[in-house]
């Protein structure tokens, strides 16, 4: 899909969180740690290595977004160039070690997670005023996978990337044995 605006892509990104929480929230304990595989993870596992990833994206995307700033970078003039990270869909369903920086704890439980990721949400979304008046569209740091992306795709990333694990949340939940 092509976004053309900041706005697009955060609303994107919001309609993947609203289908996160709805599918976490309320699971018991039981329900939140069970693993339907030896070296998978749970429910409450996924959403905490969500939670670390954005923190940690917001954090980046903040200094990246500071430097643009001090360079004075006017808007794009007709809006932001058009944003799609089509080009790596295929490679994105692909399975990956996530760093070690990213990895759950374990020790959350599914509010204790929502909050963090509440909050980190609001530390993003108070950068879109910022984004929407910059061109950003040259202002890139890499992905350890997939190369570098300008700051529209890493925000389009964070969506791409809770997807990814909210279908393996529905795996998780559908096993059989699921709780």
């Known amino acids: 899909m092509i ?3 900041v706005g697009d892509i955060f ?3 919001e ?3 609203r289908a996160v929480y709805d599918r976490v929230e309320g699971l018991s304990a039981e329900q939140a740690t069970f693993r339907s595989a030896q070296d998978g993870w749970s429910p409450s596992e996924l959403l905490e290595h969500m939670c670390i990833s954005e923190e940690r994206l917001v954090a980046a995307l903040s200094r990246s977004l500071r430097a643009a700033e001090a360079e004075n970078r006017p808007a794009h003039p007709a809006g932001i160039p058009p944003v799609s990270l089509d080009r ?3 490679q994105a369903k692909a399975r990956f070690k996530s760093p070690e920086r990213t ?3 374990g020790t959350l439980s599914i509010p204790e997670v929502i909050e963090r ?3 980190s949400r609001d530390r993003l979304a108070a950068m879109r005023p910022r984004l929407e008046v910059i061109d950003a569209s040259d202002v890139t740091f890499p992905h350890p996978v997939f190369g570098p992306f300008n700051l529209y795709e890493w925000v389009l990333f964070i969506g791409m990337h ?3 694990h ?3 949340i529905e795996s998780v939940m559908s096993a059989p044995n699921f709780p």
Do not use: W
Request: net charge positive.
């Open 3 to 5: 976004y053309t605006s």
């Open 11 to 13: 609303e994107s990104i």
């Open 15 to 17: 309609r993947t969180r």
């Open 88 to 90: 790596i869909e295929s």
């Open 103 to 105: 990895q759950p704890t």
């Open 117 to 119: 990721m509440r909050r």
């Open 162 to 164: 809770e997807q990814r």
């Open 166 to 168: 909210l279908t393996q």
